[in-house]
C-alpha cells in the first residue's frame, strides 16, 4: 500500500476517534498525527467553546478577536478546516444565515472528516430551527419574508445525511413541530408519520403515535364538519394504551380518549337535532338510538335522555 494511502487511512481513523467523542485534538506535524497535551487540550476546548458561543450570540467583534487568539495560541490547529468553519461561523455571527448554510456545505463537501463536522452540523440545525420558528430572510434583495420553507429544506437534507443519527431524528421533529406550531396539523401528521415508518423503534415510535393521535384530534373542525379525524385519533390514542400503559397516565391518554367520546357523540346529536327540527322525527330518533347505544354514559346521552322526555 502507498505511503500516500495509508497517511489517508491514518488520518480518517483518527478523526473518527476525535469525532466519536474520546476528548483528544489532533493535529497533523511532520507527517505524523500528534495530541494536545491535556493542559492545552482544555484551553484549546474551552477556547473553541467560547467561539461558539460568541457567534451564536451575535458577538461579532469579540469573535474575530477570539478568533485570531486561538490562532496564535494554537498554530498548529490551525488548519484550512478550522479557517473554513470559522468563515461560515462569521456569516452565522452576523445573521447572513443563507451565505453560513452554503459555507458550512461547502466545509462538509471539502472536510468530511474535520473534527469540527459536528459543531458545522448543530450550527445548519440552529439555522434550520431559527427558520421554521419564523425568521425571516430576504428575497431578491428586495424584500423579506419567513423562512419556513428553507428551514424545511435544511433540516430534510441534515435529516437525509447523518442517517439514523440524534440529529437526523431531531431534524425530522422539528418540522413537524414547526407545522404544529402554525396549527397545519394535517402536514404534521404527515411528517409524524414519515417519521414513525422511518425510525419504527424506541420513543421515536411512540412520540409519533402519540404525535399523530394529537394532530388528528387537533385538525376536528367542529360538529358541522366530518369527524373521521376523530375516529383516527382514537385509534392512535387507544394504540398508544396497549402499547405504552405505563406512559399514558403521564399524557393524560384516557381523558383525551374520554374528550374524543364526548365529541363523537355530540356530532351525532347534532345530526339527530337537524332532523329533530326539520320534520323527520323517525331519522332523529335512529340517531338518538345511536347515541343511547355507543355512549351511553356521554354528554350527548343525558341530552338525548331529556328530549325524550319533553
Same mark, same amino acid.
Given at each position: 500500500m502507498s505511503e500516500k494511502k495509508v497517511c489517508l487511512l491514518v488520518f480518517v481513523a483518527v478523526m473518527v476517534v476525535c469525532r466519536a467523542g474520546f476528548g483528544e485534538t489532533w493535529y497533523l506535524k511532520d507527517g505524523t498525527f500528534k495530541s494536545l497535551d491535556a493542559e492545552s487540550q482544555g484551553q484549546y476546548l474551552r477556547d473553541v467553546a467560547n467561539i461558539k458561543t460568541l457567534a451564536s450570540t451575535g458577538q461579532c467583534r469579540d469573535l474575530k478577536k477570539a478568533v &485570531? &487568539?486561538?490562532k496564535a495560541?494554537?498554530?498548529e490547529i490551525a488548519g484550512a478546516d478550522l479557517e473554513a468553519f470559522l468563515k461560515a461561523d462569521m456569516y452565522f455571527c452576523k445573521r447572513k444565515y443563507t451565505k453560513a448554510i452554503r459555507a458550512y456545505d461547502k466545509f462538509f463537501e471539502d472536510y468530511p472528516q474535520s473534527g469540527l463536522y459536528d459543531a458545522a452540523l448543530e450550527r445548519q440545525f440552529q439555522i434550520g430551527v431559527a427558520y421554521l !420558528? /419564523?425568521? +425571516?430572510?430576504?428575497?431578491m434583495m428586495v424584500f423579506t419574508m419567513k423562512g419556513y420553507a428553507s428551514g424545511e429544506k435544511i433540516m430534510e437534507r441534515l435529516s437525509d445525511r447523518e442517517g439514523d443519527s440524534p440529529?437526523?431524528? !431531531?431534524?425530522? &421533529?422539528?418540522i413537524a413541530v414547526s407545522y404544529e406550531n402554525r396549527d397545519l396539523y394535517r402536514d404534521a401528521y404527515m411528517q409524524w408519520s414519515y417519521i414513525s415508518s422511518?425510525?419504527?423503534?424506541g420513543d421515536v415510535k411512540k412520540d409519533s403515535m402519540l404525535s399523530m393521535g394529537r394532530c388528528k384530534h387537533a385538525n376536528? +373542525? /367542529?360538529p358541522k364538519y366530518d369527524n373521521s379525524s376523530l375516529v383516527s385519533a382514537g385509534s392512535y390514542y387507544k394504540e398508544f394504551i396497549m402499547n405504552y400503559p405505563e406512559d399514558a397516565g403521564g399524557y393524560n391518554i384516557s381523558n383525551k380518549a374520554d374528550q374524543i367520546t364526548e365529541q363523537l357523540a355530540y356530532k351525532e346529536f347534532t345530526i339527530a337535532q337537524y332532523y329533530h327540527r326539520t320534520g323527520y322525527r323517525q331519522s332523529a330518533d335512529y340517531y338518538y338510538k345511536i347515541i343511547l347505544e355507543k355512549w351511553p354514559n356521554s354528554t350527548a346521552a343525558e341530552m338525548v335522555r331529556r328530549v325524550n322526555e319533553i
Open positions: &485570531k &487568539k486561538l495560541d494554537f498554530p !420558528n /419564523g425568521e +425571516k430572510k430576504r428575497v440529529i437526523a431524528i !431531531n431534524a425530522a &421533529k422539528e422511518r425510525w419504527p423503534y376536528y +373542525k /367542529g
